[in-house]
């Protein structure tokens, strides 16, 4: 039987549209409906690519006895935390207050007036490991609600009391200067692993913002050892098997400190988070090995990830079916040494297994392994090395594809559009900005409609029915702003004010601090405000990357502030943990050098212009038209004529301006190229 979820456009949800729970979405409805029923709300949030949330459904939401006893005693509300970031961060709060730790699947069971009282992640379908099973977890809540309502309510009180009390007091705390930079450098050196580059141990997450701001960094201060812990670990990475070797693109996070096995879903975020960042290091170095896996990285997200409206999907799967038909992890993408000599002899199988790292034992689970590259540099033959690829990536379109979650998410959209437009440009692959115009314009037409408000997600060109939250729109203002700077479109620029004068009416709060929600949006019993970047940059980061970039594009004093305000957080938190504020160091960065403004009186995608974009001057912006109208279309080129009838480009910053210079060298020399 189908329940309400068939309404709905998210695939998660869709996911469970046929179980026999009779699931509600996040609505007042569904709490309304509890008040009438009086009884409690199980709340389950996941999301599509995620593998136990699979395994909880199955084992669990499918089971006709355990839905029928759900829907007797609870309402059931299922949440995507893609399209509900702040249903998901609120309510994780709690869960991991209460026990310590968090995932997902997140199970909560709340009140009617949504307030939390028992807490849980995934539960077995039998107890096991200590574990009681989710048939008696329900028991035993049930049981509460009937027989011990007041200590339900005591504890509720409590939770949200306690959340309600966890205000944030890192606005206006001044900005980051050098003392902070250098407490966070002397603490991500400590946690640096020299053997196998990145940071922490086991799983071991690719640290895309951390490596940003290594890059700059070093672009600002010469800081060698800066450098070396971004090269390493991007090369590590690149050579591990958290990298598809054969089809590019990285998963998730690899199980362990070495980069071999990873989790194998691949997520839109990491990937337009990495590929900026490898073309950002083949900008400082001119690696080789960077520029292939930014074009490379590219290439997956448009060949496998791209929807037919021009956004970009939200994950791939980490399960698709092996050879018996049944869901496995990985299945997609290992091979046994017998699977490589099947698709290419006994000559070629070899070359392949040893120059993979593919064994008999195996390197992950049943004599499979994952693809890698050996560390020993020695002298291959490259067109071989290609051929073979190109035969195992054929051979592999031919097993069954992991699943795919269509939906469009706004923020992460915006993060590939500043990746696919910056390293078009750099590497003359126009193909890769028309893809970045394309997602940008489907945001535009599709998610911003009539009132400059952003919608979260669409899919199937159709808008979900859930507001932007602050990472949509610090990411989509950050990934126009880029594509103005390549495209010399002023149109972007404009687009991007109209998301950033939003932030600043309806996401600012006291002091500089930032929420996560607009003032506008739907209560819940805890108003989101995390400053803490993690698998994305957060809200409050982006917000102030995109509001600084903005300010030196128009020399708004109103957005400089905002963006100064927010690096309060930056200053306080960078010397404590900077791991997980990444991005706000970048920003930080950006601000402690200017960031430098840099107009070009020339044509787009001219040598200077060009010149411009490949500066490694942090957070630089740049300006790039010719003729009388290209002032109306930024702000940087009124009142810059050429010298001597030849393209031009000026270079300011704090507002002093260097000498206008016609010519490419000495451009790139100002802009640290």
């Known amino acids: 039987m189908a329940n309400r979820l068939t309404q709905t456009t998210s695939p998660y949800l869709l996911q469970h549209a ?112 200590g574990s009681p099973s989710f048939q008696q977890v329900l028991e035993g809540v049930s049981a509460a609600w009937t027989d011990r309502r007041e200590e339900v309510a005591e504890v509720a009180g409590r939770i949200v009391a306690d959340l309600a009390g966890r205000s944030l007091a890192h606005g206006g705390d001044g900005v980051p200067g050098e003392a902070e930079i250098a407490q966070a450098l002397l603490g991500l050196t400590r946690e640096y692993d020299e053997q196998h580059g990145g940071f922490g141990g086991a799983p071991k997450f690719p640290p895309a913002m951390v490596v940003e701001f290594l890059l ?54 990491d990937n337009a988070l990495l590929c900026r960042v490898y073309a950002h290091l083949w900008r400082t170095t001119g690696s080789a090995e960077a520029r292939r896996i930014a074009l490379e990285t590219a290439d997956f997200m448009v060949r496998e990830l791209r929807t037919a409206e021009g956004g970009f999907a939200s994950a791939l799967d980490a399960d698709s079916e092996d050879a018996d038909g049944k869901h496995v992890e990985g299945a997609f993408y290992v091979w046994t040494p017998a699977q490589l000599r099947e698709v290419l002899g006994e000559e070629d199988g070899a070359f392949a297994a040893a120059y993979f790292g593919v064994t008999e034992e195996g390197t992950f689970e049943e004599g499979a392994s994952v693809l890698q ?19 195992l990536l054929a051979a592999r379109e031919e097993r069954p594809r992991p699943g795919r979650d269509d939906k469009v998410v706004a923020a992460w959209n915006g993060l590939a559009i500043a990746a696919l437009a910056e390293t078009g440009a750099y590497f003359d692959r126009p193909d890769l900005v028309e893809r970045a115009t394309e997602a940008a314009d489907l945001l535009v037409r599709v998610h911003l409609g009539e009132v400059a408000r952003l919608t979260r997600t669409s899919k199937d060109g159709r808008a979900g029915g859930n507001a932007g939250v602050l990472e949509d729109y610090g ?37 500089g601090q930032l929420y996560d929600t607009a003032h506008e949006a739907e209560k819940l019993i805890r108003r989101p405000q995390d400053p803490t970047d993690s698998a994305t940059p957060a809200g409050w980061t982006a ?19 905002a963006a100064e ?6 200053k306080a938190l960078a010397p404590r943990a900077p791991r997980f504020i990444g991005w706000g160091l970048a920003v930080a960065e950006a601000l402690l050098d200017g960031p430098r403004e840099v107009a070009v009186a020339g044509p787009v995608g001219g040598e200077l212009h060009r010149t411009a974009l490949l500066g490694r001057a942090p957070g630089a912006v740049v300006a790039a038209g010719e003729g009388p109208g290209a002032g109306a279309e930024f702000p940087l080129l009124v009142d810059r004529p050429l010298v001597g009838g030849e393209p031009t480009a000026y270079v300011c910053r704090h507002f002093v301006c260097d000498a206008p210079t016609t010519d490419a060298g000495e451009l790139a020399g100002k802009l640290g190229g």
């Open 543 to 561: 917000a102030a990357g995109a509001l600084l970039s903005y300010a030196a594009y128009t020399g708004s004093e109103a957005h400089r502030a």
């Open 216 to 269: 700059r960094h070093y672009a600002r201060t010469g800081s060698e050892g800066a450098l070396q812990m971004a090269a390493d670990t991007c090369s590590a990475m690149a050579r591990g098997g958290i990298y598809d070797q054969l089809g590019g693109g990285f998963a998730r996070y690899s199980v362990d400190r070495e980069w071999v096995v990873p989790h194998f879903e691949k997520m839109l975020y």
């Open 373 to 391: 590259l050996s560390g020993e540099a020695r002298p291959v033959d490259a067109g071989r090395v290609a051929d073979v690829r190109a035969r």
């Open 18 to 129: 046929d179980n026999p729970v009779d699931w509600w979405p996040w609505s007042p409805e569904a709490f309304e409906e509890a008040r009438k029923r009086d009884v409690p709300v199980l709340l389950s949030v996941g999301y599509a690519s995620c593998h136990w949330c699979h395994v909880m459904a199955h084992e669990s939401f499918e089971d006709e006895s355990v839905a029928a006893y759900l829907n007797e005693r609870f309402v059931a509300v299922k949440v995507d935390r893609e399209e509900r970031p702040d249903v998901d961060a609120v309510y994780m709060e709690a869960v991991q207050a209460a026990t310590g730790h968090g995932g997902w699947p997140m199970t909560v069971f709340l009140t009617p007036d949504a307030e939390p009282f028992y807490f849980g992640t995934y539960f077995p379908p039998e107890p096991r490991h």
């Open 475 to 511: 990411d989509v203002a950050e990934g126009f702003l880029a594509l103005a700077a390549v495209t010399g479109e002023g149109a972007w620029l404009e687009f991007a004010g109209f998301l950033l004068d939003v932030v600043l009416e309806q996401f600012t709060g006291e002091g």
């Open 565 to 570: 305000g927010a690096l309060g957080v930056v």
